[in-house]
């Protein structure tokens, strides 16, 4: 996808929709918010694969934190408590955030070129 507007647009639907889930059940909505956010790193350049590489080691370090933790209740959500989950929540809010600004940014310089 080339249009930032729309890819954030998309971006910010679905989180709304897992926000529903996350009051409900957050150790549930987990998994979908790993993947919106995985997915968003992704189409905005991000290497996932590789935390130190470039400047934005940062989020990629944040967005694996939050990821751990989804793999560990996946495997067993007995041991993640509460505080882990709203740890994880926090983390993909925060790269959540932060991509959803880099996106808001770049519809304004698209804008101002035309």
Do not use: K, N
């Not at 890819?7 to 918010?33: F, G, K, M, V």
């Not at 790993?34 to 940062?58: F, K, W």
């Not at 560990?72 to 959803?100: H, I, M, N, Q, W």
């Amino acid at each position: 996808m080339d249009d930032p507007g729309l890819e954030r647009h998309e971006w910010e639907s679905e989180w709304q929709t897992l926000e529903d889930d996350l009051r409900t059940d957050p150790t549930q909505a987990l998994p979908e918010l790993d993947r919106l956010v995985a997915r968003m790193l992704e189409q905005s350049g991000y290497e996932l694969t590789d935390p130190i590489a470039g400047d934005e080691s940062e989020i990629v370090a944040e967005y694996l934190a939050a990821h751990e933790i989804v793999e560990a209740a996946e495997r067993d959500p007995d041991e993640v408590s509460l505080g882990d989950v709203a740890s994880a929540v926090t983390g993909f809010r925060a790269v959540f955030d932060t991509l959803v600004a880099t996106r808001a940014t770049a519809d304004a310089t698209e804008v101002e070129e035309t």
